[in-house]
């Protein structure tokens, strides 16, 4: 992976072509294959049943093969060339002491959710999907699988691990962070998750290019569901398009976004401050020795 450094182009198409439409061909055959064999086994009308995570993870195994055939052929071609590799920095995290920066993480994103409730709020989601949102928030193990643990990791790792780094070698940071930011606001599919998405990958973004961590992006993430997957288990009452104003009324909701806006700013200023200085993409020493043609 340390000679593949996908840019702009490549990443859209890895999003697009790669994950949605091959993704989406090689999940609709398995599916069939699947339900062949084992009828009704992959349908999203039998609750409790695998189905999301099996239609979630499949197209991602498409995309992770065309990483690697595409990693190894740079590999390949550098061993030809004797081009070194791309500098590939460690995650670090400052001077923020390890404990603090874990408490902050949380901290982050309910902040960040309070200020976005207003976003969602105004999207008003149509009825088909509702229930398909119903259905992707049932409070069973297969959904937690995919929401909170797939979700999180292979997102993160195709987001920020491939695209976001690969874009980083070759674009304006801030550039680089926007694009990944859209394109996870694309990966949802749908405007209602789309807009809120944007701008939590910014967050990510951000986050990854001063740490260069993966795993916090993972956390951020996996924090992010796990908090929509934990409402909806203890407040299964609740219609799937609540806002948190219509939740807690007007008053508690300006009081709660007041505090959210002051300790997200904070937060933000403070990790700005203390997080490692952005990592310098460019060749070091350790990296400047072409490797061998026999390799």
Known sequence: ??????????????????????????????????????????????????????????????????????????????????????????????????????????????????????VTDWLEMPEFMKKMFEQMTETNVPTFIAVVVAAPLLEEWLLR????????????????????AVMFGVIHGNPWQAIPAFLMGCLFGWIYYRTRSYWTCVALHAINNGMSFLLVALLP?????????????????????????TTLGLSLFYLYKNLAPAPDLELSDEYQQPISPGL
């Open 1 to 118: 992976m340390n000679y593949y450094r996908p840019g702009l182009g490549e990443s859209w198409l890895i999003m697009i072509g790669i994950l949605l439409i091959a993704g989406a061909a090689v999940t609709a055959a398995a599916t069939f294959v699947i339900n062949w064999l084992f009828p009704n086994a992959v349908s999203l009308d039998n609750p409790g049943g695998w189905a999301i995570p099996v239609l979630y993870v499949i197209p991602f195994i498409v995309v992770i093969i065309y990483v690697i055939l595409r990693a190894s052929g740079k590999y390949k071609e550098a061993a030809w060339k004797g081009t070194p590799p791309y500098a590939n920095p460690p995650a670090r995290i400052g001077q923020v002491p390890l404990i603090f920066y874990i408490l902050l993480l949380p901290i982050l994103i309910v902040s960040m959710s309070v200020i976005l409730d207003p």
């Open 161 to 180: 691990s491939v695209a976001l780094k690969g874009m980083l070698q070759h674009m304006a940071p801030w550039k680089a962070i926007v694009w990944s």
């Open 237 to 261: 009452q609740i219609a799937t398009d609540t806002s948190l104003r219509q939740l807690v009324g007007n008053q508690s909701f300006f009081i709660t976004f007041g505090l959210s806006v």
